[in-house]
């Protein structure tokens, strides 16, 4: 059984909640609840017949659930966000917040496999009911999926043949732990990067085991039609992969290619872009090391 340690500060905290612009009689969405820093934030402006939906996927966050009245926590993937808020009778929001990744307690909690600082099963399972985990992509993955894995989402250069020598040695001996993953990789890990790359590997394994971009880009297709007219998203991303798709949806309302024009080369978008890029203070940073890739974006319905 897994042991519950004290979440840290919600990155951006603030900036983020502010850029909701809460109103006091609204319905707003939690969709990353973890420790709940961001929902207590939102329950704090709002009115009493305000109302706040959190999502976790996470068993461990439901212990962390807020004794109110005007909050509901639903055990559920925000890819789900739409079905599950119609259960509720709940076909329109005033505003949507999500800090996307892992959370601080998921890397801190050696047994769940996120990090890279710790000798753990290979796991990675944001939801620990799903059957998919690191085991079965390291181990079951044939060569050229595993490959599309490591470049894809890890950025790798190294994608082919770290495949390579992965299929290599599980032929004779199963990839169990993540020292062993290690070991098997160490040839790529130069002393001088070593944190990186294997945090480049975690992440393209971690993304693969969650479906995370596939998530992602179901959440957000979903979003301007739950939001009223003047309804906000407030959204922070920790790696590229991420951002590139908020920004892009945001701008375009797709994630790759452009829209159709009409005669003067103009095209229709659901959402303006609010502001610009938000990223923390030099102090959050020093405070909060998880903040320093942190990455905001604001958007409103039109």
Do not use: C
Request: charged content about 30%.
């Amino acid at each position: 059984m897994t042991t519950i340690m004290e979440y840290h500060n919600p990155v951006l905290l603030k900036e983020t909640v502010d850029g909701l612009n809460i109103k006091e009689d609204g319905i707003y969405v939690d969709v990353t609840f973890g420790g709940g820093g961001h929902s207590k934030e939102i329950l704090k402006r709002l009115g009493q017949n305000g109302r706040l939906f959190a999502f976790d996927q996470d068993e461990d966050a439901l212990k962390n659930a807020i004794d109110d009245s005007r909050f509901k926590l639903i055990h559920e993937n925000f890819r789900y966000v739409k079905r599950f808020l119609k259960f509720y009778r709940v076909n329109k929001v005033d505003g949507i917040l999500a800090d996307f990744g892992v959370s601080s307690h998921q890397f801190d909690v050696a047994e769940r496999g996120f990090s890279t600082r710790f000798e753990a099963d290979l796991d990675m399972r944001m939801n620990q009911k799903n059957t998919l985990s690191a085991y079965n992509v390291i181990n079951d993955y044939e060569e050229q999926k595993l490959k599309q894995v490591f470049w894809q989402y890890g950025e790798l250069r190294a994608a082919p043949a770290m495949a390579r020598i992965i299929v290599e040695h599980r032929a004779t001996e199963k990839i169990v732990t993540s020292m062993q993953l290690k070991e098997v990789l160490k040839k790529f890990l130069p002393p001088k990067h070593e944190n990186k790359v294997l945090a480049q590997i975690y992440q393209a394994i971690r993304i693969e085991v969650n479906q995370e971009i596939e998530a992602l880009k179901e959440f957000l297709e979903q979003t301007p039609d739950l939001l009223n007219p003047g309804g906000r998203l407030s959204f922070i991303s920790y790696h590229s992969l991420e951002d590139r798709l908020v920004k892009r949806f945001i701008r375009s309302g797709l994630f790759e290619g452009e829209p159709e024009r009409d005669v003067f080369g103009k095209f229709e978008v659901p959402l303006k872009k609010i502001n610009g890029l938000t990223v923390p203070s030099k102090e959050e940073i020093k405070n909060n090391n998880r903040a320093r890739s942190a990455k905001l974006r604001i958007a409103e319905k039109l």
